[in-house]
C-alpha cells in the first residue's frame, strides 16, 4: 500500500490550494478514505474523511464550509480542495485508509481506524 500526497505549498490568507492523494495497493474503491493534518507542536487531527462511491462526507468544525474533500474511484486520487485558506491552516497534511473495507465504515477522527498513511504535503499560510 501506498499514499503519496501532492500539491501543498505557499497560501497567502484567502487563498486556496488543492491537494491530491495517489493511491496504490489496495482496492481504492472499496474504503474510506480521511485527510489528517499535524501542525507543528500538536497531534494528527482529523480534517475530513469520505466513504467509497464519494459520499457521505464529514468534516472538522474548523475547516466546513471551506474545505472539500472528494474522490474519483475510477482514476484513484483523493483529493482536499481548500479555500478561505487562514494561517490556522498551516499544517503538513496527511492522507490516510481505514483499516476495513466496506460502505459502512465511516470517516472517523479516531486515529487508530486507520492502517496507512501518507508521508505529507506541507501546506503554509502567510501572507
Known amino acids: 500500500v501506498q499514499l503519496v500526497e501532492s500539491g501543498g505549498g505557499l497560501a497567502q490568507p484567502g487563498g486556496s490550494l488543492t491537494l491530491s492523494c495517489a493511491a496504490s495497493g489496495f482496492a481504492f474503491s472499496s474504503y474510506t478514505l480521511g485527510w489528517f493534518r499535524q501542525a507543528p507542536g500538536k497531534g494528527r487531527q482529523f480534517v475530513a474523511g469520505i466513504r467509497p462511491g464519494g459520499g457521505p462526507t464529514s468534516y472538522a468544525g474548523s475547516v466546513k464550509g471551506r474545505f472539500t474533500i472528494s474522490r474519483d474511484d475510477g482514476k484513484n486520487p483523493l483529493y482536499l480542495q481548500m479555500n478561505s485558506l487562514t494561517p490556522e491552516d498551516t499544517a503538513l497534511y496527511h492522507c490516510?485508509?481505514?483499516?476495513?473495507?466496506?460502505?459502512?465504515?465511516?470517516?472517523?477522527?479516531?486515529?487508530?481506524?486507520?492502517?496507512?498513511w501518507g508521508q505529507g504535503t506541507q501546506v503554509t499560510v502567510s501572507s
Open positions: 490516510a485508509k481505514v483499516r476495513a473495507a466496506g460502505w459502512f465504515v465511516g470517516p472517523s477522527p479516531d486515529l487508530s481506524m486507520y492502517d496507512y
